[in-house]
């Protein structure tokens, strides 16, 4: 959604702008292209092979590369010495690369160690979390992460499973996943194991708390009319989005007995009433994109 992120993020000579979500640095390169002169782009990824990749792209421009959780934006800014920006833009989920490379365990298309992390240097795998959960936080994790019907059954799979087999690879738990949904409620369109590993990557990555505090550091640590562009692939990012978008929109934030506002009003103004999609010629030559949802909003 290229043609979108530039349309609503609006980039400008001389702006600061932070892409969250720098990947392979798509979206940057335009950006930084609109920004010159004088502009700086702050690109931060999780993913430290992400960055490698977009290290050498932008050599000697004025791009700074931040290894980390864009949850942490605030801290990031901070030790680079800004105090504000003019636009951010959010790019969530897992990236294409993340999910071609079988080694990183996203994907149950290949058999790999069921690893699921973002980054890499994290201490926690999905297989440590199968291994240790108890089946109550696995079967809360699937419906909540992966709104999945079959949560319990599954949870209790799970469990059941690794007292006498450790569930250490993709192609396990797929199977397991698959064996415990009825063959008739099984869908025709997606694989039996998707929701499973929606859930387990969310989990994983702590990706909802990292979405609503990196959204809420964007829109306090950016000037008057600077914008906020989020893309969200799936359901629960997009609520989060559109939920944190409405509450720092609303003009009194404060608890209903307070005698006098005491928040300031509101932060920003949402500039997509319903969310952006793609167009279905860019469903037609990315596939993946065909459920990404774009939001925006522009600082008071």
């Keep these: 959604m290229l043609r979108e992120v530039l349309e609503y993020l609006r980039p400008e000579p001389g702006d600061v702008i932070v892409d969250a979500t720098v990947g ?66 959010f790019d969530f989920g897992v990236s294409s690369e993340q999910l071609d490379y079988a080694e990183r365990g996203f994907s149950f298309r290949e058999e790999a160690p069921l690893d699921m992390r973002m980054d890499p240097t994290s201490p926690t795998t999905a297989a440590d979390l199968i291994s240790v959960l108890s089946e109550a936080e696995l079967l809360r ?30 192609a396990a738990l797929a199977a397991l996943v698959t064996a415990a949904i009825p063959p008739a409620a099984r869908s025709r369109r997606i694989h039996p194991a998707t929701r499973t590993f929606q859930a387990l990557r969310i989990a994983v990555n702590d990706e909802l708390t990292a979405i609503s505090q ?58 997509t009433r319903r969310p952006v999609v793609p167009s279905p010629e860019e469903v037609a030559g990315n596939p993946r994109s065909r459920s990404a949802k774009l939001r925006a909003a522009e600082r008071i």
Excluded: M
């Design 141 to 170: 994790i699937l419906r909540e992460y992966g709104e999945e019907r079959w949560a319990r059954r599954i949870a209790r799979r799970i469990v059941t499973t690794r007292q006498h087999t450790p569930i250490r690879t993709t």
């Design 214 to 271: 990196g959204l809420h550091a964007a829109i306090r640590r950016s000037n008057s009319t600077a914008r906020i562009v989020a893309i969200s692939y799936h359901s629960l990012e997009d609520r989060t989005v559109k939920e944190t978008f409405r509450n720092l929109a609303r003009s009194c934030r404060c608890p209903p007995l307070s005698p006098t506002c005491q928040c300031g009003g509101a932060l920003i103004t949402v500039l």
């Design 24 to 89: 392979s640095g798509g979206h940057a390169a335009a950006i930084l292209e609109r920004i010159q002169p004088g502009g700086r782009l702050i690109g931060i990824d999780r993913d430290p092979q992400a960055l490698e990749r977009v290290r050498s792209r932008f050599a000697g421009a004025p791009v700074t590369l931040v290894h980390g959780n864009f949850g942490d934006l605030a801290q990031f800014l901070d030790n680079l010495g800004l105090a504000a920006v003019d636009g951010v833009l």
